[in-house]
C-alpha cells in the first residue's frame, strides 16, 4: 500500500519561513520523480516544485529563489523549504510521487501565510 504523508504546513506571517515534509512507503522512492503541488480556493492545482529520481530539478517561476525541494533517498522523504513566504503562497499543498503511469498524492497539508 503506498502512502504519503505532509507535514509542516501552518500559519507564517508575510516573510516567513516553512519547510514541508513527505515522507513515502510502498514505492521504491528512489526511481520516482516527485514533485509538491498546491491549491489555493478557487484555482487549479498548479505544479510547485519537482525533482526527478535523477535529480533534475523544477520550479515554478513565482517560488524560484524562495523554495527549495530537495529529496533523501535513504529515509524515503521529500522537502520543500519555502522562505520569504508570500499571502500569495496561501494554499494546500499536495505531496506528489510519479513514475511512467503511475501516480499518487498525499493528503495535503494547509500553508497560510497572513499577518
Known amino acids: 500500500q503506498v502512502q504519503l504523508v505532509e507535514s509542516g504546513g501552518g500559519l507564517v506571517q508575510p516573510g516567513g519561513s516553512l519547510r514541508l515534509s513527505c515522507a513515502a512507503s510502498g514505492i521504491s522512492f528512489s526511481i520516482y520523480g516527485m514533485g509538491w503541488y498546491r491549491q489555493a480556493p478557487g484555482k487549479q492545482r498548479e505544479l510547485v516544485a519537482r525533482?526527478?529520481?535523477?535529480?533534475?530539478?523544477s520550479y515554478l517561476d513565482s517560488v524560484k529563489g524562495r523554495f527549495t525541494i530537495s529529496r533523501d533517498n535513504a529515509k524515503k522523504t521529500v522537502y520543500l523549504q519555502m522562505n520569504s513566504l508570500k499571502p500569495e503562497d496561501t494554499a494546500v499543498y499536495y505531496c506528489?510521487?510519479?513514475?511512467?503511469?503511475?501516480?499518487?498524492w498525499g493528503q495535503g497539508t494547509q500553508v497560510t501565510v497572513s499577518s
Open positions: 525533482i526527478t529520481g535523477g535529480g533534475t530539478i
Open positions: 506528489n510521487a510519479a513514475l511512467g503511469g503511475s501516480m499518487y
